[in-house]
């Protein structure tokens, strides 16, 4: 039992860089395969911009949420510009948490627990093993 409460703290570094790789991979995926799934897809996605009194350009709405996913992701795998990427993915699983209230539970719980991911980045950090910490060791 001693492995569970002694030293933790050495692993934290390899901990955040596993999160982010699998957090990132997921972001990539969902931006992936919105792009992938084509323009009626990324017009319906952006279309839920309408609830907020936007009345057009849901496509570019949706390719900019798209993309968001994809290039957050991308940026949280690295470990470059962690924040950026992971303000990104927050504010875009923020807009999918909000747009999915009414449908239930098992309808916001996902992106919900996502931004909250995401946001965990964004105060955490990067960690060690990315190229943020070694731009900062110069």
Not at 82 to 97: E, M
Request: without cysteine; positive net charge.
């Amino acid at each position: 039992m001693n492995f569970l409460f002694h030293n933790l703290f050495r692993y934290q570094d390899l901990g955040l860089l596993f999160y982010r790789i699998v957090f990132g991979l997921s972001m990539m995926a969902h931006g992936y395969f919105k792009f992938a799934a084509g323009e009626q897809t990324l017009y319906n996605i952006g279309h839920t911009m309408a609830q907020f009194g936007i009345p057009d350009g849901f496509l570019l709405l949706g390719m900019a949420a798209a993309a968001a996913e994809l290039l957050g992701g991308f940026l949280i795998i690295l470990g470059f510009l962690t924040r950026l990427g992971a303000l990104l993915v927050a504010f875009t699983l923020l807009i999918a948490t909000y747009a999915a209230l009414g449908g239930g539970f098992f309808k916001w719980d996902y992106p919900s627990q996502m931004m909250f991911g995401s946001i965990m980045l964004f105060i955490a950090g990067p960690g060690r093993y990315s190229v943020d910490s070694a731009f900062a060791r110069r």
